[in-house]
């Protein structure tokens, strides 16, 4: 098993920037492939980017591609999303999750979750 803590969230002007940590606990956070969701009022949850067991191979929603770059440094079992160019739809609750099935977009197949890091952007 592995337990996960997000950090980082805040309220950012659009254009911004903000850094998003999530910290395992737990054996083997390197066998595990690491995701960031979303989710927004009244919506559902949404995949935002995901990580390969080493970081060198990632993958993204297309609403945030080109902004947002996920990365891993599995020496401090962390994993991180750097997201730039900030807009007000990127407004949401972010977690991150933990699969050993592979770098999936759907939300199901990830069994280990975070409790979320509110991210809030205005206009």
């Known amino acids: 098993q592995v337990q996960l803590v997000e950090s980082g969230g805040g309220l950012v002007q659009a254009g911004g920037s903000l850094r998003l940590s999530c910290a395992a606990s737990?054996?083997?956070?390197?066998?595990?492939?690491m995701a960031w969701f979303r989710q927004a009022p009244g919506k559902e949850r949404e995949f935002v980017a995901s990580?390969?067991?080493?970081?060198?191979?990632?993958r993204y929603a297309d609403s945030v591609k080109g902004r947002f770059t996920i990365s891993r440094d599995n020496a401090k079992n962390t994993v991180f999303l750097e997201m730039n160019a900030l807009k007000p739809e990127d407004t949401a609750l972010y977690y991150c999750?933990?699969?050993?099935?592979?770098?999936?977009?759907?939300?199901?197949?990830?069994?280990?979750w975070g409790q979320g890091t509110q991210v809030t952007v205005s206009s």
């Open positions: 999750a933990a699969s050993s099935v592979g770098m999936v977009i759907t939300a199901t197949l990830y069994p280990y």
């Open positions: 737990g054996r083997a956070f390197s066998r595990y492939y």
């Open positions: 990580s390969n067991l080493s970081g060198f191979g990632t």
